[in-house]
């Protein structure tokens, strides 16, 4: 094992600190920066290892409690939306629903998705706002991600993101979430405070504890 301060952060690319170290999963790092907690990026998953995660789903948009569950991050940023607001709901997985939602109330969206939905052009197009639902923790580098989500805003558009915050460090060996293969990387409220100044969002909301809304700048 190298010094734990050889590892940069996959956000801000910050020295990182060995946080917790677990036999099987390998070894996770927090940064000092900007508070972001990720996983030794070789203990990564490979994208077909991902892809067969994914596909065990079983989302849909006839399943009301899945819709429920989007609702947590749909109905706070809808009240934020102008009439007729357009947008991309970004990670869509197997079975893509939220775009649905949206339509249903009027905003015209759009979805992608890596894996079962990788249409190009719809990265190329700038909206209202674009979601990111149970998708963040996936990011293996999310500073990248998270600057390619910016770009696709409008000014005055906002960013929805919904992910479980990272708990206190006592918690973090049994949380279930990290027992997820595929989630690598963690976020704390201090993480998004960092993602709001450095990437020019001048307003940053949590209307729900697993959600965080970033408004970009006029």
């Not at 060995?18 to 030794?40: H, K, M, S, T």
């Not at 490979?46 to 948009?61: F, I, V």
């Not at 991309?88 to 339509?103: F, I, V």
């Not at 993602?195 to 020019?200: E, H, K, M, P, R």
């Amino acid at each position: 094992m190298g010094d734990p301060g050889d590892h940069a952060c996959t956000l801000c690319q910050a020295a990182g600190d060995l946080y917790y170290a677990d036999p099987r999963d390998g070894e996770y790092f927090r940064c000092g920066n900007c508070g972001l907690v990720w996983l030794d990026p070789g203990r990564h998953p490979s994208l077909e290892t991902e892809k067969a995660h994914y596909g065990t789903h079983q989302n849909s948009p006839g399943d009301a409690g899945y819709r429920r569950f989007l609702d947590q991050l749909w109905a706070p940023l809808r009240e934020r939306l102008a009439p007729g607001a357009s947008g991309l709901d970004y990670g869509s997985g197997p079975g893509p629903t939220l775009h649905l939602m949206a339509r249903e109330d009027g905003h015209p969206c759009t979805h992608y998705d890596p894996f079962f939905a990788p249409v190009a052009s719809r990265l190329e197009r700038r909206y209202d706002f674009v979601t990111c639902s149970e998708t963040a923790e996936h990011f293996h580098q999310p500073g990248r991600e998270f600057a390619r989500l910016r770009g696709m805003l409008r000014p005055g558009g906002w960013l929805g993101v919904m992910t479980l915050p990272l708990p206190d460090a006592p918690e973090f060996a049994r949380w279930h979430y990290r027992a997820d293969p595929t989630h690598v990387v963690f976020y704390s409220a201090r993480v998004f405070e960092w993602i709001q100044s450095a990437l020019s969002f001048d307003r940053l909301e949590f209307p729900h504890p697993r959600v965080a809304l970033l408004r970009a700048g006029r």
